[in-house]
């Protein structure tokens, strides 16, 4: 299956004895120049290129506060070097978060502190050079950016920040990643990650109506580009057409149809990805930020809701109404932006969905919380909200479901091994491997509780778990959409 070996999985998590540059030979394909210069950078390796590198460092912590403090703040008291899932997984102690911020911080100090400039062996700084960015390229890329170090770091240190502006400055001087790159660029372009232009996208949307029909006997519409309706749906391209993601499109379609709600696709803007983030550039960014408010404003929106992604809701929580805003056209009656699963919970609590729990009782369910959500930002209008939601839709939706040990879920949850633009063949070891901790606990509780089925909220969790799931022993079709059950669960037929 694979040239590496799959970690075996042990019974309680082992912290492993450090294997020097066990994973030094991890690096994804570097972008070509066609598709660095369509997003608005160098095509190969710039003049005097450690000057312009050395130069972005100093913008960059000009420009955010937050990472100057990441940067001059680490005490070293060790308390997230066994916290990285890549580090659990590898053995490697670069993937140690405090290691990887050091990668950066030590160039940072030879550059930017006074005792750095004049005493660099003191405080362990280095100069600009070939070295540094091969060793950036290859660990930089082995942090998905989940912050969960962070969560147990005294001072709150995120190695996420470090991580994407580490990929910014290297995309700045011509050495960027071709997963993320062509992915922003095919975004940018079409509209959509995946590169579906209008007519296979209008296709696709009619082909899972005649399924549903088929299935249930009800016309539930996938309406695209209808002008005047209430609601833009905005999801990842993953759900029109992967296992187990379309499942979850089918279940968002449910919902909006009993509920009686006007909604519509977008084939401008129909991807709620936004890569951008991983590349820590906030302009690239801001390009699909902005088709979105292009697609609400052309089709008259009232409101718009996002589907299950776990990136893409941490990038329109925090950044939409700031790169795109302001959206004051939109009805101040709802939150913008608002979450899938806080419009089937509301509708929920409101006993406006008629649900049959029983519907999924083939199953006994877990819940792998994404990093994104759990930990990049939040639902509903309380705190804890992001934790809540996702359960009371498990709660309604099936009889059987229990939670992976407590360490390992909600603020503690463990990465999937494949976020923060890793999710690509070429770096598949590091995968397995950062997969390790989550498969793990998957594993107590199918020994413990007997649970067949794991079910995300997130676009790239399921296609990370589709992928590694048979390298533990388990099936790849026991990831599920958590709008997969609602679909299960839902009772058609009857509604006004
Ligand atoms: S952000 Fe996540 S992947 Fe990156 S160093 Fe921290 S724990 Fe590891
Ligand atoms: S937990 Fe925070 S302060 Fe401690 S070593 Fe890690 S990054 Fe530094």
């Known amino acids: ?60 912590v000009n420009n955010s506060r937050a990472l100057r403090v990441f940067l001059d703040s680490c005490v070293k008291c060790g308390a997230c070097t066994d916290k990285c899932h890549y580090y659990l997984g590898t053995s490697d102690p670069n993937n140690m978060p405090v290691a990887r911020q050091d990668l950066f911080r030590s160039v940072y100090r030879r550059y930017y502190t006074l005792v750095g400039k004049y005493f660099p062996g003191l405080v362990g700084a280095r100069d600009m050079d070939q070295g540094v960015i091969d060793e950036w390229y290859s660990y930089f890329h082995q942090c998905s950016q989940c912050r969960r170090c962070s969560v147990y770091c005294p001072y709150g240190i995120d190695t996420a920040e470090i991580s994407m502006a580490a990929r910014e400055i290297m995309d700045t001087i011509g050495v960027g990643q071709k997963y993320c790159n062509e992915i922003i660029g095919k975004a940018q372009t079409i509209g959509n990650n995946l590169g579906l232009p209008e007519p296979a996208l209008a296709d696709t949307l009619e082909g899972l109506e005649e399924d549903i029909e088929d299935e249930t006997g009800v016309t539930v519409r996938m309406p695209l580009d209808v002008k005047g309706a209430d609601i833009l749906l905005v999801t990842p391209s993953a759900d029109f057409f992967a296992e187990p993601h379309v499942d979850g499109l089918i279940g968002y379609a449910k919902v909006f149809h009993q509920a009686g709600l006007s909604w519509t696709l977008s084939s401008y803007a129909s991807e709620a990805a936004n890569f951008g983030m991983f ?22 929106v009232k409101r718009i809701i996002f589907g299950e ?61 994404s990093c994104n959500i759990a930990r990049g930002s939040r639902m509903g209008n309380f705190e804890g909200g992001q934790f809540v939601i996702p359960r009371e839709i498990f709660k309604a939706s099936c009889n059987h479901f229990v939670d992976m040990p407590a360490d390992t879920i909600k603020e503690a949850t463990f990465c999937c091994g494949g976020g923060g633009g890793l999710l690509t063949d070429d770096l598949v070891e590091l995968r397995v491997k950062g997969a390790l901790p989550r498969m793990e606990a998957l594993q107590q509780v199918v020994e413990h509780h007997g649970v067949t089925h794991l079910a995300a909220i997130c676009a790239i969790c399921k296609s990370q778990f589709s992928k590694i799931l048979p390298y533990y022993g388990f099936e790849m079709d026991q990831v599920v959409s958590i709008h997969q059950l609602v679909s299960n669960a839902i009772q058609l037929g009857g509604e006004h």
């Not at 089937?344 to 006993?351: E, G, H, K, P, S």
Request: net charge negative; aromatic share 10%; proline share 8%.
């Open 279 to 300: 590349i820590g550039s906030y302009e690239n960014m801001q390009v699909l930020a902005l088709r979105i408010r292009e697609a609400a404003l052309e089709l008259g």
């Open 309 to 369: 992604c776990g990136h893409a809701w941490r990038v329109a929580y925090n950044f939409l109404n700031t790169l795109a805003g302001p959206f004051d056209f939109l009805d101040p009656n709802y939150p913008m932006p608002q979450h899938i699963c806080e419009v089937t919970y509301d509708l929920l609590q409101r006993n406006a969905l008629r649900m049959d729990p029983s519907a999924n009782d083939d199953m006994v369910l877990t819940f792998h919380d």
């Open 1 to 60: 299956m694979a040239e590496f070996e799959t970690p075996a999985l042990k019974p309680y998590p082992e912290i492993p004895p450090i294997e020097i540059g066990a994973m030094a030979h991890s690096k994804p394909y570097v972008a070509k120049e066609d598709l660095q210069q369509k997003i608005g950078f160098p095509g190969e390796l710039v003049d005097n290129w450690e000057q312009v590198a050395i130069d972005k460092m100093g913008e960059l």
